[in-house]
């Protein structure tokens, strides 16, 4: 049996899986990894070439001799952020190929299971369960992120813990796109097998079981993904409206502070005026004009109260 694995990041560590001819992983392809793939899998490096180019979108695509497929998995990009990297996946008679270009935990899934007796398609299927599993396990991760800034921000609303449930956020939306383009690749699986069972060979050997628990776990994903989406999205939303709720709060609370000193103010300014005055040249006047404005600012005070302004 074969034994090949390409690896530019860390070829020591890393493990090789086989079916078949061999087991092919390759980090971070350059192009003479991809002349030593198109080399080992009779697959020309034009066509190798053209089928990386797009990479972003999940698909499953038959090409003559060989299967194409693209698999998007979840992988950690900070503290409170996760992004989506792709998987691309060659799959011929003789063996698998898997190139990636991140570090991918879902990769670690199919080093569990026993290769050797399996068929290039149940581990291509094998490989699209771990990818879910690891989309629940970083949402269940998200979620409790997410709940451990929630309660924070019930106490205060701090700029780093909105922008840490934005990345959160963010991730989800990520997730959900990611997950819905999965789902089109595991239908397209579905239907191949279904339309042209007799005609390609590789769907003949489809563990039903499997293919059955990849469509359920990546429908499971997908429906708790949008639903935390969701509660996010509503969590900003309130977020956004207690914000504006306490600046109003402060600006009326302003706005009543200026009218209650001005009332003073304006007793003060007018017996600051050098005309006569009532009370003028008597030792009492100033005591009186100084209770005739707290009086006047306390019955403003009292109305403000009953009016709920000043709460």
């Known amino acids: 049996m074969a034994n090949y694995h390409l690896d530019n990041k860390n070829p020591d560590t890393a493990k090789t899986l086989y079916y078949n001819d061999g087991y092919i992983h390759i980090a971070n392809p350059t192009e003479q990894d991809i002349a030593s793939l198109a080399k080992k899998t009779a697959i020309s490096t034009q066509t190798i070439n053209k089928a990386l180019a797009n ?88 979620i409790s992120k997410f709940e451990r800034l929630e309660i924070e921000l019930l106490t205060s609303t701090k700029n780093e813990d909105v922008i840490s449930i934005m990345d959160l956020q963010r991730s989800l939306v990520f997730f959900s796109m990611s997950l819905h383009s999965n789902d089109l690749a595991v239908m397209r699986i579905i239907k191949i097998k279904d339309s042209a069972y007799d005609k390609i060979s590789y769907f003949a050997e489809i563990d039903e079981e499997l293919l059955d628990d990849v469509y359920t776990e990546n429908k499971q994903s997908i429906e708790v993904v949008v639903t935390y989406s969701k509660i996010i999205t509503d969590m900003m939303n309130t977020v956004a409206s207690m914000v ?46 100084l209770s005739v404005s707290l009086l006047t600012t306390l019955l403003a005070i009292i109305y403000l109260w009953i009016k709920k302004i000043l709460v």
């Open 244 to 289: 504006a709720n306490n600046q109003n709060k402060f600006l009326k609370f302003l706005a009543t502070i200026t009218i209650l000193l001005t009332i003073p103010m304006i007793f003060a300014s007018f017996w600051g005026m050098n005309v006569k005055v009532p009370f003028e040249g008597e030792v009492i006047g100033f005591i009186i004009v």
């Open 55 to 142: 990479k972003e979108r999940a698909r499953i695509d038959l090409r003559g001799n060989f299967i194409f497929a693209v698999i998007n998995s979840p992988i950690k990009i900070g503290d409170n952020a996760f992004s989506i990297s792709p998987i691309c996946i060659f799959l011929t008679k003789k063996n698998m190929t898997i190139i990636s270009y991140d570090k991918v935990n879902a990769l670690k899934f199919i080093e569990t299971i026993d290769c050797e007796n399996m068929s290039g398609i149940n581990i291509l299927l094998a490989l699209m369960y771990g990818i879910a599993s690891e989309f629940n396990i970083i949402t269940k991760l998200i």
